[in-house]
């Protein structure tokens, strides 16, 4: 099958639908999310999380390295923690920064 925009699309969109189909189960089921009732914490910070502290702000999420991930992957958001990682400007954050030449 080729790989076309469409394709792109639909893919995008079936990963956000997905996504939002599990964060309304998890509610109806009163499961745990690290950022249920918390949102604020993981989308509105004055200084982008350490990866280290949005791994910690994850840490139990039965979400983590699944949809929330994929979900991260499509969307290209910025400014929030999911999947354990400190999305900027569609990208995670790197996990070790060097300055050396």
Do not use: H, Q
Not at 71 to 78: G, L, W
């Amino acid at each position: 099958m080729a790989v076309t925009p469409v394709t792109i699309r639909r893919y995008k969109a079936a990963v956000v639908a997905e996504f939002n189909d599990i964060l309304d189960e998890a509610s109806r089921n009163n499961w745990s999310t690290p950022c249920k009732d918390r949102w604020e914490e993981f989308t509105e910070y004055k200084y982008r999380p350490t990866p280290a502290a949005a791994r910690a702000m994850c840490a139990g999420c039965p979400l983590l390295g699944g949809i929330c991930g994929e979900y991260a992957e499509v969307t290209k958001p910025d400014s929030v923690v999911l999947d354990g990682r400190a999305w900027t400007l569609g990208k995670p954050a790197p996990e070790l920064v060097s300055w050396a030449a």
